[in-house]
């Protein structure tokens, strides 16, 4: 096939376009006597149907204007044309012509594996037939495509940035991304051929929030090779397979460390992989809970929380008592006075409303470090590990009258510095929260229903009309949303509010006496402060194949 020349005008790395789901450039090949009309209809056509799967076309000017010889056939010639437009895919369109019919053909080049899909080709002879056949070709080869945008800007000290990327690309909370962008082009030292353009892969990013359709907010892994994030680098969102390849699922939140990168340039956050391996696997089933073990406490515990294979107890008389998931005792340590406790990235935390603090201190070998003040101006209500690997707390403010609060979630940086503030509207008294691993926080009030809010703002319900005292919440990495009700147990809704599994407290425990619940490996955990008791019930999870 004959290839185009084009004379120079300009030779740069256009600016990325703030689409979605990617830039494409259309490069459109004619052989044999082609009206020029007709290979215009087909240019159109095939820019309309890639617009309408979200991919944002450059104009044939901007593809004209370099001074490349480009073989529609050639992938190291598409990966120059590619690069040097700074886009993620190029399409070519063919009009051929064997002096009776004309043939139109379309095939989509993606930039970032160097692979070119199978094209469709279809029997034309009128402009509008070009345009309507090269549209609907162009939304065959774009269906699918992995999503990708560009930086839009990059945040102080290169740790964070914005990407073109958002909820209508079904990016959500926690998603990974590569960041990349194209090297320089391979040249033969003899022939002086183009061998094509290699990808670079500077990091990656794990979105921290979604913030609108086309944009969201993302932590950056240190760089690789000495290499510096760019405001021209682009981001190819994590497939199924880029998943599977790192061990871990979507949703989950894990150090970039594990994926071979470096860790986050401030901080790093991070959750247990899901119960029961690491591997692929569907989606929960059912939840089957039953009574393993009862222990009759010598204190009155006040708060607990779980994390790989330690249980930490709050208790009334200022001490944490440690156990392993079993419940064999292994010490208690004397601390501060506190209401609230987490466990974050090995690292006890306790609050104080009453002294407007927060206390840090390092857990390691059943030891703890010189306690540490991290905030000393939130009345903190409630400390939360989340599994979206985030440390949450609820503070209030009276707002007017005497008996009306205003409850803010804020999400706290390891150092505790709030890094994100949500309004829980139209909350009475605050007793319960948690946060699941897509960000959304669930939470609970005194008489009130179960509800999410999401990081966008939006206000969801999870199986809450059904429970008629609701207590208590907590999360998993599974997404399961376990909620303790005074008179129904313990039920456990799936992502779509279905009921997992129940439990209906064995006769064992007043269930409107119990004040905490932690979500263990493979365990569940209740205490009572009135009953002095700490219950641990075993959990079996069902999954798909």
């Not at 080709?121 to 070009?130: G, I, M, P, R, Y």
């Not at 022939?191 to 353009?197: A, F, K, P, Q």
Request: overall charge negative.
């Amino acid at each position: 096939m004959r290839t185009r020349r084009v004379t120079i005008i300009l030779l740069t790395a256009a600016l990325a376009a703030c689409a979605a789901s990617g830039r494409v450039a259309v490069w459109v090949s004619a052989s044999g006597m082609m009206p020029y009309h007709l290979t215009e209809g087909a240019r159109a056509g095939f820019t309309e149907g890639l617009e309408e799967t979200g991919l944002n076309p450059v104009t044939s000017s901007e593809v004209y204007s370099l001074n490349l010889t480009v073989d529609p056939t050639d992938a190291a010639d598409l990966a120059l044309l590619a690069s040097a437009l700074g886009c993620d895919y190029v399409a070519v369109v063919e009009v051929q012509s064997d002096g009776a019919e004309f043939v139109l053909g379309g095939r989509l080049y993606e930039g970032y594996t160097g692979e070119l899909r199978e094209g469709d080709t279809a029997l034309v002879d009128e402009v509008a037939d070009a345009s309507r056949l090269s549209s609907r070709i162009a939304l065959r080869l774009a269906d699918d495509l992995p999503d990708c945008g560009p930086l839009l800007s990059l945040g102080e000290g290169g740790a964070t940035a914005q990407v073109a990327l958002g909820s209508s690309d079904d990016v959500r909370r926690n998603d990974y991304g590569w960041v990349y962008r194209y090297g320089e082009p391979m040249i033969h030292p003899d022939t002086g051929e183009n061998l094509g353009v290699g990808i670079v892969i500077v990091g990656v990013l794990r979105v921290e929030a979604v913030r609108g359709a086309d944009v969201a907010t993302a932590a950056l892994s240190s760089t690789i090779g000495g290499l510096e994030y760019a405001s021209t680098d682009r981001v190819r969102m994590f497939l199924d397979e880029d998943y599977a390849a790192g061990d871990f699922h979507r949703g989950t939140v894990v150090p970039f460390g594990e994926l071979g990168f470096g860790e986050l340039l401030t901080e790093e956050r991070e959750v247990p992989l899901p119960d029961g391996g690491t591997g692929e696997r569907g989606e929960p089933l059912a939840v089957k809970l039953s009574l393993v073990d009862v222990e009759e406490l010598d204190y009155s515990p006040v708060a607990l929380d779980f994390v790989e294979g330690t249980l930490a107890v709050l208790g009334d008389d200022d001490r944490v008592h440690l156990y392993e998931d079993d419940l064999t005792p292994r010490r208690s340590l004397e601390v501060d006075a506190a209401e609230s406790l987490a466990l974050h990235n090995g690292r006890l935390y306790l609050a104080d409303s009453w002294s407007d603090t927060i206390v840090v201190q390092g857990l390691s070998d059943g030891a703890l470090s010189t306690p540490e003040t991290i905030n000393d101006d939130l009345s903190a209500v409630l400390l939360v590990s989340g599994a979206d690997g985030n440390l949450w707390t609820t503070t209030f403010s009276y707002s007017a009258g005497w008996d009306l609060y205003t409850y803010p979630a804020l999400r706290l940086s390891d150092d505790g510095d709030v890094l994100e503030a949500r309004a829980l509207d139209d909350v009475g008294s605050l007793v319960s929260l948690t946060a699941a691993p897509d960000g959304t926080i669930y939470f609970l009030d005194n008489f009130g229903p179960v509800r999410g809010l999401t990081p966008e703002g939006d206000i969801v319900e999870r199986g809450a009309r059904m429970l008629r005292e609701p207590k208590l919440l907590e999360c998993d990495t599974d997404g399961l949303l376990f909620v303790l009700d005074g008179t129904d147990g313990l039920v456990v809704f799936d992502e779509e509010g279905r009921v997992m599994g129940r439990w209906d407290g064995g006769g064992v425990i007043d269930l409107r006496n119990v004040d905490g619940l932690a979500r263990g490996d493979g365990s569940c955990y209740l205490i009572s402060n009135w009953d002095e008791t700490l219950v641990r019930l075993e959990l079996n999870i069902e999954y798909a194949e």
